[in-house]
């Protein structure tokens, strides 16, 4: 399956560390995207970065990719409790519609 | 807020009955996907219809079917609900059929009993 992973499955920090999520997929793909949900809610967009980037930054977010080794790794600094969520990743191979992972669920402790 | 509306939040149903689920896209968006997500589980995707049309499929049943409106708004219906079809029902909307990002209502909360 051309899924993403995410990995850790759960991680829990402390408000103002740093946060880091990965992801690993298995087939070639045109772009890969980041998305954040709160807790029974609908997924919000964080950041896409295409094959030909290898990194990107928005705001408190980096995101890197790594078409090598088929991974992503997703960077949040200086973490606040409002952070706390489940972050997926999401593929784009272009022939098939945008697929998910099981998502890493962040607590940020206060 | 993303500008797709799903609704009904939330729906309580029986095993056996047929259950229709509403999106309203956002303005200027010709492409609206589905996916269902269990409790912990990623979204996996039931279907997406481009212009009208369905556009690829995922696994999922023939009792799970959907259309598109004119206005680009899409209904999903799932018929003879079992028990495994509790779930958050998600739409998503986005320009065209390519693989950019995707804007996704709020959910609807599915519990069949």
């Known amino acids: 399956s051309q899924q993403g992973e995410e990995d850790p499955q759960a991680l829990s920090i402390q408000e103002g560390e740093n946060a880091t999520m990965n992801c690993s997929y298995k087939t070639s793909i045109n772009n890969l995207q980041w998305y954040r949900q709160n807790s029974g809610r609908g997924l919000v967009h964080l950041i896409l970065?295409?094959?030909?980037?290898r990194e990107k930054h928005s705001g408190r977010l980096r995101v890197t990719l790594d078409t090598s080794k088929k991974s992503s790794s997703l960077l949040i600094t200086a973490s606040r409790a409002a952070d706390t969520a489940s972050y997926f990743c999401?593929?784009?191979?272009?022939?098939?519609?945008?697929?998910f992972g099981k998502g890493t669920r962040l607590s940020v402790i206060a | 807020e993303t500008g797709v509306t799903q609704s009904p939040t939330h729906l309580i149903k029986t095993r056996g009955q047929q259950v229709t689920l509403r999106c309203s896209s956002q303005?200027?968006?010709?492409?609206v996907s589905w996916y269902q997500q269990a409790l912990g589980q990623g979204p996996q995707f039931i279907f997406q219809y481009y212009r009208e049309e369905e556009n690829g499929r995922g696994n999922f049943p023939p009792r799970f079917s959907g259309l598109q409106f004119p206005n680009y708004s899409s209904e999903l219906n799932v018929n003879a609900l079992e028990l495994d079809d509790s779930a958050l029902y998600l739409c998503a909307s986005s320009l065209d059929q390519g693989g950019e990002k995707l804007f996704f209502g709020s959910g609807t909360q599915l519990s069949v009993l």
């Open positions: 999401a593929v784009d191979s272009g022939n098939t519609p945008l697929v």
């Open positions: 303005s200027g968006h010709n492409t």
């Open positions: 970065i295409r094959s030909n980037e």
